[in-house]
C-alpha cells in the first residue's frame, strides 16, 4: 500500500447550494472500464468506484493565484464503500456524498510524483460525491502570467496543462488515461478575461466574466483543459478557428489558414472528426510544450507562428490526437506511443496530403536523426515501445521513441502490407475502439487477428516483437531519404569545401526545415569568420523563426559566438516551450561546466517557465530555487 497512517478526517459543514445542484447533468455515454483496468500512476481503483460525469463550479483569483471550486461527481458505484480520487496539493474544505451535509473522507500520504490519494466513504448506493476545495500555490498544472509575461503585456494569463498527471492538482479526479468522463463547467473570473476550455466555447466576451461550458463526449481527466486571457477569436473555416491575444490573432489566422484543409485531409483518411468544433488558442510563450491536443481546443505555443506556415505540422499533429488518443486511447502512461507513434503516422499522412511525399520525406528524415540521437542517450529499457514506468514520473516516457520509433513501426506495417489495407484496418479501428481506451497487448492482438495473420510471410518480415518489446531501432526499419536534404546537403559541402561563399549558395525557396537541416549538419569546427559569415549571409541571429534560431544557437554556444549572446539570452527569458530549453541549457553546461552562464540566465529566465520546465531544466542544472 502506498499510503499507510491514514488520518481520519471528518468534516461536518453546509454545502453552498450550486454543489450539490444535480438538474443540468448530461446523459453520459461512458464506456465501461476495462476488466483488465491498471494504471501505475493513479490511486483510483475505478472497478469499484467510477467517476462518469463532472460538475465543475469554480472562481478564479488571478490575485491570490488560485482557483476556488466544487467539483460534483457522478459515479458509477459497484457496491463499493469508498471512491478514490487522484489529488495533489489541493486544499480539501468540504466533501458531500449524495446530498447528505456531511461525509467521512481521508487524504492519504503524499507521493512527490503522485500526490495523496482522496477517499471518500460510500454509503449503500451512493451516486455522487461533491467536494469543494482550492487549488495551492504549488498546482503544477497552472501557470499564472502576470500581463508582461504575454504578448500584448495588458492583461494577467492562466493556462492549464494536464497531461501526464497533473490534472489532480486542479481537479480531485480519477486522473488515468483509462478513465472517461463527460463534463460541465460554470467558470467565473475577471470580465476582461475569455475563459476556454476544452469543450463548447465562447467567442466574445461577456460583461460578468462567468461562461459556461459542456464537453458532452467522454474524455479522460488529462484533456481537462482551461485558458484565461486576453484573447480574441477568429473564423478560420466552418468548422475552424483561432483564438489569441489580439496582437496575435492576424498573424495566427494567417500562419493556420490550411487548419480546414487539414481536416478535410484527415476526415478522409480515418473517418468522420467526432468532437464538433476544431479551435486552437495561441498561448504566451511560455507554454511548455509545441502543441496540446486539448478536445475542440488545441493549445499551441506561438513559436510556431513562423510567417510562412512552414511550421504547422504541429498543428496537423494536434488535429490527428482527435482519432489517436483522444478518441482511441492509451490505456496507462506505459502504453504512451498508442497515442504519440500513430499521431507522428498520422500527422505524416495528412500532410502528404497537402504538400506532397517530398515534403513529408524532410520531416520524417528529421524525427529519424532524432530518433537516433535519443536512442543512443537513453538506458536500453527506455527505448521498447512498451514502456515500464511504474515508479517513476510518467513525463520520462516523453521521448522520441514513443513518436518516431512508433511512428516508423506504423510505416513498416504499411510498407508491408500496403497503403491500402492498413488505411482500412486504421479506419476500422478508430471506428471500433472509439471512446475507448487500448493497451500496447490488446492492439498487437487486434492488428495480429485483422491485418497480420493474413500473411504469415510478412509478418515474420515484420519482427513486431522486436518493435514493440526490444531495444534501439531494428534494422528492419523503412528507409529514410529525402532529394530536399540531399539538396542542402550538396550547398553545404560546397561551402565548406571552400568552393562557394555561403551568399552564392542557392538556398531560395528552402523551408524551415531545409534550414533546420543545414544547421544541424554544420560541420563541428567552425571558425569565428565562418560563423560570421554564416550570420551575415543568412541573418541567424536575427530570425524570426524559432526552430532556426534554436539550432542556430547550439552552434553559437558552442563556439563561443559573441554577437549572439543578446539574442540567445532574449530567447530564453521569455521562450518556455521544453524542447528548444533542454538542448540550448545542456549546450550551455558543456560549452561552460561550472554552469555559472547557465545558471545566470536561468535566474532571470525561470520566473518565466511552466513548471513542466522548470522540473526538467532544475534537475539538469541542479538548481536550487530557494537558494535565489
Ligand atoms: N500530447 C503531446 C504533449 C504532451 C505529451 C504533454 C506528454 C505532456 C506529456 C502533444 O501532442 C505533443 O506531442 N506535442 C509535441 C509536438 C508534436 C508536433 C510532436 C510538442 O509539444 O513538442
Ligand atoms: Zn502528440
Known sequence: MRYTNIALLFIVGLL???????????????????????????????????????????????????????????????????????????????????????????????????????????????????INYSTSKDAEALQWLNAQQTHDKNNPFLFTQSQAILARTWIPCQDSPGIRFTYEAEVKSRPELLTLMSAENPVKKNADGIYKFKMTEPIPSYLMAMAIGDVEFQKIGEQTGVYAEPGMIEASANEFANMDSMLVAAEKLYGKYRWGRYDVIVLPPSFPFGGMENPRLTFSTPTIIAGDRSLTSLIAHELA?????????????????????????????????????????????????????????????????????????????????????????????????????????????????????????????????????????????????????????????????????????????????????????????????????????????LSNEQMTELDQSFGFTKSGNSEILAAWFEHTIKHNYKPADDALESFLVSVGRRKFLVPLYSALT??????????????????????????TIDEMLNYQKDKE
Request: negative net charge; contains cysteine; aromatic residues 12%.
Open 321 to 525: 490526437h482527435s482519432w489517436s488518443g483522444n478518441l482511441v486511447t492509451n490505456a496507462n502512461w506505459n502504453d504512451f506511443w498508442l497515442n504519440e507513434g500513430f499521431t507522428v503516422y498520422f500527422e505524416r499522412r495528412i500532410m502528404e496530403e497537402l504538400y506532397g511525399k517530398d515534403y513529408v520525406n524532410m520531416l520524417r528524415e528529421l524525427g529519424m536523426q532524432d530518433l537516433k540521437k535519443e536512442v543512443a542517450d537513453l538506458p536500453a529499457r527506455d527505448t521498447w515501445l512498451k514502456l515500464d514506468l511504474d515508479g517513476r514520473n510518467p513525463d520520462d516516457g516523453m521521448t522520441s521513441v514513443a513518436y518516431e520509433k512508433g511512428a516508423f513501426f506504423l510505416e513498416k506495417i504499411e510498407e508491408l502490407y500496403g497503403r491500402k489495407k492498413f488505411d482500412k484496418f486504421l479506419n476500422t479501428y478508430f471506428e471500433k475502439f472509439a471512446f475507448e481506451t487500448m493497451t500496447t497487448e490488446k492492439f498487437v492482438s487486434y492488428l495480429d487477428s485483422s491485418l497480420l495473420s493474413s500473411d504469415t510471410a510478412l509478418k515474420a518480415k515484420l519482427r513486431l516483437n522486436d518493435w514493440i518489446y526490444g531495444p534501439g531501432i531494428p534494422d528492419n526499419a523503412p528507409e529514410v531519404t529525402s532529394e530536399r536534404f540531399q539538396r542542402v546537403e550538396s550547398a553545404l559541402k560546397a561551402w565548406s569545401d571552400g568552393a562557394f561563399e555561403a551568399k552564392e549558395l542557392k538556398t531560395a525557396g528552402w523551408s524551415s526545415h531545409e534550414w533546420l537541416h543545414f544547421l544541424r549538419n554544420l560541420p563541428d569546427t
Open 16 to 130: 453552498i447550494a450550486s454543489c450539490g445542484s444535480k438538474e443540468t447533468k448530461t446523459e453520459m455515454k461512458q464506456a465501461d472500464i476495462p476488466k483488465d483496468w491498471s494504471d501505475p500512476h493513479s490511486y483510483a481503483k475505478p472497478l469499484e468506484a467510477a467517476v462518469k460525469h463532472l460538475n465543475w463550479i469554480a472562481q478564479v483569483s488571478f490575485k491570490t493565484k488560485k482557483i476556488k471550486a466544487s467539483a460534483t461527481w457522478d459515479i458509477e458505484n459497484n457496491n463499493a464503500d469508498s471512491i478514490v480520487f487522484d489529488t495533489r496539493n489541493l486544499d480539501i474544505h468540504k466533501v458531500l456524498v449524495d446530498g447528505a451535509d456531511e461525509a467521512d473522507y481521508y487524504l492519504g500520504d503524499n507521493d512527490p510524483v503522485l500526490g495523496q490519494p482522496l477517499v471518500i466513504k460510500l454509503p449503500e448506493g451512493a451516486e455522487w460525491v461533491a
Open 590 to 615: 558543456e560549452a561552460d561546466p561550472s554552469k555559472k552562464r547557465a545558471t545566470a540566465i536561468y535566474k532571470k529566465a525561470r520566473p518565466n517557465y511552466h513548471s513542466v520546465s522548470t522540473n
